[in-house]
């Protein structure tokens, strides 16, 4: 079974950065797609951004041209730059990664806090 642990999370003033950090307890399973969502408290979870095995991106049109997501696909390992936050963004940041699919994640991590404050 792979586990994910997320790092970096805290709190930040409006306008500043954070660079999230999710990594794989093994490399060996092969992973199509490596994401970021979010849950705000009160909130249904979102997609924030996800980039694929051949390094395609896509983002959240909340997130565009502020967050960058990245990845080393040798050390299964991801990380979401994020800059210009807002007090939007705060919320419990979670990694996952699936084998397959683009509609289902098939590893999960237990999150990190991000907090920004206005």
């Known amino acids: 079974q792979v586990r994910l642990a997320e790092s970096g999370g805290g709190l930040v003033q409006t306008g500043g950065s954070l660079r999230l950090s999710c990594a794989a307890s093994?490399?060996?399973?092969?992973?199509?797609?490596r994401a970021w969502f979010r849950q705000a408290p009160g909130k249904e979870r979102e997609m924030v951004a996800l980039i694929t095995s051949g390094g395609i991106t896509r983002y959240a049109d909340f997130v565009k041209g502020r967050f960058t997501i990245s990845q080393d696909t040798a050390e299964n390992t991801m990380w979401l730059q994020m800059d210009r936050l807002e007090p939007e963004d705060t919320a419990i940041y979670f990694c996952?990664?699936?084998?397959?699919?683009?509609?289902?994640?098939?590893?999960w991590g237990q999150g990190t806090q991000v907090t920004v404050s206005s």
């Open positions: 093994e490399n060996r399973v092969s992973i199509y797609i």
């Open positions: 996952a990664m699936s084998s397959f699919s683009l509609e289902k994640y098939d590893y």
